[in-house]
């Protein structure tokens, strides 16, 4: 069946420290990946997004992300977080096939100061 | 600022009640979509507009409804609402289905 799996649910780690959050999804065909942000009390944000070319794409905040297709993942990465990147955050995969949007379950980041 | 905003920002409503949430956007997009968002768990899609097009995701429940009277605006309609429709009820839209969606802050409805 198709999917879109995150592999933390939770992830805990102090202010500095860097960040990587897993996404796989299964589809072979062509996709558009995203990463959404949800602040506390406040609604989902688009935090990047890749359609086509270059695989690394960088978004607002310092976060980026890469698609690797032969793994069939869209990692997020922050080299440095901070406080204020608590937050929770979810993985989408919009495919030709689907014709909507599959959210992951999310992983819930909590930065410590 | 061109948004999707939603009202109420909190329902609160009777077991059995109906109860209308309502999705207003100045993006001028094609498509509106709802979503349920139970706690710690993914936006689950309800049903979308293309236009006036309506499309219902096959899991969704008879008791929710929507209606779209014109581009800017959309409505949930839940015709008797359950201890479990209690959740966050999430409005977004996109130009068209296969691009970003942006979101609005949510309703939340509690169920008495």
């Known amino acids: 069946a198709q999917s879109v799996s995150q592999h933390n649910h939770h992830v805990i780690l102090s202010e500095a420290a860097s960040l990587e959050l897993g996404c796989n999804y299964s589809?072979?065909?062509?996709?558009?990946l995203f990463w959404y942000v949800q602040y506390p009390g406040q609604h989902l944000q688009l935090l990047l997004k890749y359609f086509s070319g270059d695989p690394l794409v960088k978004g607002i905040k310092g976060f980026e992300a890469e698609f690797i297709k032969s793994k069939f993942s869209f990692n997020l990465r922050k080299p440095s977080v901070q406080w204020s990147d608590t937050a929770e955050y979810f993985c989408?995969?919009?495919?030709?096939?689907?014709?909507?949007?599959?959210f992951g379950a999310g992983t819930q980041v909590v930065v410590t100061p | 600022d061109a948004m999707v905003i939603q009202n109420p920002r909190y329902q609160v409503t009777q077991f059995g009640k109906p109860v209308t949430l309502s999705c207003s956007q100045t993006?001028?997009?094609?498509?509106m979509y709802w979503y349920q968002q139970k706690s710690s768990q993914a936006p689950k899609l309800l049903f979308h507009?293309?236009?006036?097009?309506?499309?219902n995701e096959a899991d969704t429940p008879d008791n929710f409804q929507s209606r779209r009277p014109n581009t800017s605006f959309c409505f949930l309609d839940i015709r008797s609402p359950g201890l479990g429709d209690a959740a966050m009820y999430l409005c977004?839209?996109?130009?068209?289905?296969?691009?970003?969606?942006?979101f609005g802050p949510g309703t939340r409805l509690l169920v008495l």
């Open positions: 589809y072979g065909g062509t996709v558009n």
């Open positions: 977004a839209t996109s130009s068209v289905q296969q691009e970003t969606q942006y």
């Open positions: 993006l001028n997009h094609n498509v």
């Open positions: 989408a995969v919009l495919t030709d096939s689907w014709g909507k949007f599959q």
């Open positions: 507009y293309y236009d006036k097009d309506f499309n």
